[in-house]
């Protein structure tokens, strides 16, 4: 019987011992704080639509600002999109390097802004080029924009319009050169 009583007051001890220890904890412990993680951005350009020429490359440029309380890192995807002539150079810039790749990825620390780039280079097609950019956080994936670029380049002068526009700009310079020497000539006194 003596052991029955060790026993009960040693599982009597336990008891008391673990809900002591299960209030403290709950009561006095410092509460965890959960963090909440903060993922939002914005992917804007004030240019979408440009003209160009053949032989020049055009820029378009527009801005990844990360607008969480977190940072994060973002896929960037181009998509050329029809009737873009395949034969004109498109490539895609970001975090200051240029490369012909259709993805990539970024980081930006929170609060800050990094630029992307889309460089579109026109051959001797005429034509016009649709490109897409999709950014997407891999904080958040379903936080996901877009902004689609269009460059439309003509060819340059005709080689038989050049003519015709040197002939003309060569008559305009004659007549002019001729009213000038008309109101210098002498007058003749009778």
């Known amino acids: 019987m003596r052991s029955l009583k060790k026993i009960g007051a040693t599982l009597g001890f336990i008891f008391?011992?673990?809900?002591?220890c299960f209030?403290?904890?709950?009561?006095c412990?410092?509460?965890?704080?959960?963090e909440v993680m903060d993922f939002s951005f914005t992917?804007?350009?004030?240019?979408?639509?440009?003209?160009?020429?053949?032989?020049d490359t055009t820029i378009f440029e527009s801005i990844l600002e990360n607008t969480g309380t977190d940072a994060d890192t973002y896929e960037i995807v181009m998509t050329v999109n029809s009737p873009t002539p395949p034969e004109w150079y498109v490539a895609l810039c970001s975090g200051g390097v240029c490369h012909g790749n259709m993805a990539d990825t970024i980081y930006?620390?929170?609060?800050?802004?990094?630029y992307i780039?889309?460089?579109?280079?026109?051959?001797?097609?005429?034509?016009e080029a649709s490109v897409t950019v999709t950014v997407t956080s891999w904080g958040n994936p379903a936080l996901s924009e877009s902004v689609t670029f269009h460059l439309v380049a003509?060819?340059?002068i005709p080689l038989t319009d050049r003519w015709?526009?040197?002939i003309l700009i060569s008559l305009i310079f004659a007549s002019g050169f001729y009213l000038i020497l008309r109101r210098l000539r002498p007058v003749r006194v009778k």
């Open 43 to 55: 992917y804007t350009s004030d240019e979408t639509l440009k003209v160009g020429s053949f032989g």
């Open 117 to 127: 780039l889309v460089e579109v280079g026109p051959e001797d097609t005429p034509g």
């Open 108 to 114: 930006v620390p929170a609060g800050a802004q990094d």
């Open 164 to 166: 015709g526009l040197l």
């Open 23 to 27: 209030t403290g904890l709950t009561i």
């Open 29 to 34: 412990a410092p509460e965890a704080d959960a």
């Open 154 to 156: 003509h060819g340059g």
């Open 16 to 20: 008391v011992s673990s809900v002591f």
